[in-house]
């Protein structure tokens, strides 16, 4: 792995950095406080690129490669993690669809979220009792003449109230993960229905939702892939979202860091710097090294990726990792603030609220070891 950046590399990270700082990172708290999900915000991602990384310039992307894409996530979650959770579903749904579409689907679909048109894309796998498990999900698809008709529930959808676009899970057959069926379903489809608006520990700019659909009507040709493929391209789109999760993870933590410099250099404690002192200082050298190792993992996992290599294990390792080491950060930088650490007028307890779902979305950390552990026996064994 060549650990310097290529000229796009460090283009995609330094715009991805000055629109994060500029434009996402002032507006970060009172978005928290008031839950206020930043509809126009999407629109100048979508203008730098940032709903297509990883896409070809032909459907709308920067077409700068996965590199890239973990480095810009990091820089928008360095600023504001719900901003960069929905850019992540979106890249992601871009992805599954021009990885699995048709032309047709690549021309309308991809090119809607790449170019902002649909907003923000989501991703429709949960339900209330289907979560680690999505081989037990309910939701069925019918086929009626040139249609299928969903009926069933979702649940924790990220930015389902905003989507214009979705990628939505269904069974056409079987049971277990075999029959599972995936669709592109255009939001404002008559019969799917926006549900309660969660009310979350962290990301509350992020908007998540329940969706159901009753008597949902999709056109045949929005099957994605063919019928009983969807398990695979849940695994697929997943594999690739993780990598996205994990630099999320590496932003937030490095935040948290750099948060925690300031404060304990100006702080004073007993006469001193909070900063002199060695305890704080041990923390700190910990939450570095931590930090980097994470930073290393996810890229190592986006470069792979990016050649075209298996990478199912090591976007596994990267989000284990980011996510765990972020919680960590953000617990001892909110201890490195004191009582300042645990009122919204530092950063640092936002990063901390923010932080604790990155160890259950897209894969808990347990979903990542059975992953990392079923990988590692299939390699060697
Ligand atoms: N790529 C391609 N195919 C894959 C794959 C991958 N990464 N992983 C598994 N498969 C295939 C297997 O080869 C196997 O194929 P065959 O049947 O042909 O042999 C099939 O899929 C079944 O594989 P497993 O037996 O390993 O499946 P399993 O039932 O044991 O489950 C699991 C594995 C890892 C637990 C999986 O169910 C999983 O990842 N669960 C977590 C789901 C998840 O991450 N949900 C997050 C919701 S989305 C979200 O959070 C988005 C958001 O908005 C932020």
């Not at 708290?29 to 008031?34: I, L, Q």
């Not at 902002?116 to 209330?128: C, K, R």
């Not at 969903?150 to 075999?178: D, E, F």
């Not at 201890?335 to 979305?361: K, M, S």
């Given at each position: 792995m060549?650990l310097?950046?290529?000229?796009?590399?460090?283009?995609?990270?330094?715009?991805a950095?000055?629109f994060?700082?500029?434009?996402?990172a002032?507006?970060?708290?009172?978005?928290?406080?008031?839950?206020?999900?930043?509809t126009?915000?999407?629109?100048?991602?979508?203008?730098?690129?940032?709903l297509?990384?990883?896409?070809?310039?032909?459907?709308?992307?920067?077409?700068?490669?996965?590199?890239?894409?973990?480095?810009?996530?990091?820089e928008?979650?360095a600023a504001?993690?719900?901003?960069?959770?929905?850019?992540?579903?979106?890249?992601?749904?871009?992805?599954?669809?021009?990885?699995f579409?048709?032309?047709?689907?690549?021309e309308?679909?991809?090119?809607?979220?790449?170019l902002?048109?649909?907003?923000?894309?989501?991703?429709?796998?949960?339900?209330?009792?289907?979560g680690?498990?999505?081989?037990?999900?309910?939701t069925?698809?019918?086929?009626?003449?040139?249609?299928?008709v969903l009926n069933?529930?979702?649940?924790?959808?990220?930015s389902g109230?905003?989507a214009?676009?979705m990628?939505?899970w269904?069974?056409?057959?079987?049971?277990g993960?075999?029959g599972?069926s995936?669709?592109?379903?255009?939001?404002?489809?008559k019969?799917?229905?926006?549900g309660r608006?969660?009310?979350?520990?962290?990301?509350r700019?992020?908007?998540?939702?329940?969706?159901?659909?009753?008597?949902?009507?999709?056109p045949?040709?929005?099957?994605?892939?063919?019928?009983?493929?969807?398990?695979?391209?849940?695994?697929?789109a997943?594999d690739?979202?993780?990598?996205?999760i994990a630099?999320?993870?590496c932003?937030v933590?490095?935040a948290a860091?750099?948060?925690?410099?300031?404060?304990t250099?100006?702080?004073?404690?007993?006469?001193?710097?909070?900063?002199?002192?060695?305890?704080?200082?041990?923390?700190?050298?910990?939450?570095?090294t931590q930090?980097?190792?994470?930073?290393?993992l996810?890229?190592r996992?986006?470069?792979?990726?990016?050649?075209k290599q298996?990478f199912?294990?090591?976007?596994?390792?990267?989000?284990?990792?980011?996510?765990?080491?972020?919680n960590?950060?953000?617990d001892?930088?909110?201890?490195?603030?004191?009582g300042?650490?645990?009122?919204?007028?530092?950063?640092?307890?936002?990063y901390?609220?923010?932080?604790?779902?990155?160890?259950?979305?897209?894969?808990t950390?347990e979903?990542?070891r059975l992953?990392i552990?079923?990988?590692?026996?299939r390699?060697?064994?």
């Amino acid at each position: 792995m060549n650990l310097e950046l290529t000229e796009t590399q460090t283009l995609i990270r330094d715009t991805a950095r000055k629109f994060a700082r500029e434009r996402v990172a002032p507006q970060a708290r009172a978005m928290d406080r008031e839950e206020r999900f930043p509809t126009e915000l999407f629109r100048e991602l979508a203008e730098l690129g940032l709903l297509g990384v990883n896409l070809p310039s032909k459907y709308g992307g920067a077409e700068a490669g996965v590199v890239a894409y973990a480095l810009a996530m990091m820089e928008m979650a360095a600023a504001d993690a719900s901003v960069s959770v929905a850019m992540a579903v979106t890249n992601m749904c871009a992805e599954l669809i021009h990885a699995f579409g048709t032309d047709a689907q690549r021309e309308k679909y991809v090119t809607r979220l790449t170019l902002g048109e649909a907003v923000v894309g989501s991703f429709a796998l949960s339900e209330p009792h289907a979560g680690s498990d999505p081989g037990a999900l309910l939701t069925s698809a019918v086929k009626r003449g040139d249609r299928y008709v969903l009926n069933g529930s979702k649940q924790w959808i990220t930015s389902g109230a905003h989507a214009g676009v979705m990628v939505v899970w269904a069974r056409t057959s079987g049971t277990g993960n075999k029959g599972l069926s995936c669709f592109i379903v255009e939001g404002g489809t008559k019969g799917l229905h926006i549900g309660r608006h969660e009310d979350k520990m962290g990301l509350r700019a992020s908007n998540t939702v329940a969706l159901t659909f009753e008597d949902c009507e999709v056109p045949a040709e929005n099957l994605l892939g063919k019928e009983g493929d969807g398990f695979k391209l849940a695994m697929t789109a997943l594999d690739g979202g993780r990598i996205g999760i994990a630099a999320q993870a590496c932003g937030v933590a490095r935040a948290a860091m750099e948060a925690t410099v300031s404060y304990t250099k100006d702080r004073k404690a007993f006469g001193e710097a909070v900063a002199e002192f060695q305890a704080p200082r041990f923390m700190m050298a910990d939450m570095k090294t931590q930090l980097s190792a994470a930073e290393l993992l996810t890229l190592r996992a986006a470069y792979l990726k990016e050649q075209k290599q298996p990478f199912t294990r090591e976007a596994s390792m990267a989000k284990l990792f980011a996510s765990e080491t972020s919680n960590r950060v953000c617990d001892k930088a909110v201890q490195l603030h004191g009582g300042y650490g645990y009122i919204d007028e530092f950063p640092v307890e936002r990063y901390f609220r923010d932080a604790r779902v990155q160890t259950i979305y897209e894969g808990t950390s347990e979903v990542q070891r059975l992953v990392i552990a079923r990988e590692t026996f299939r390699l060697i064994g």
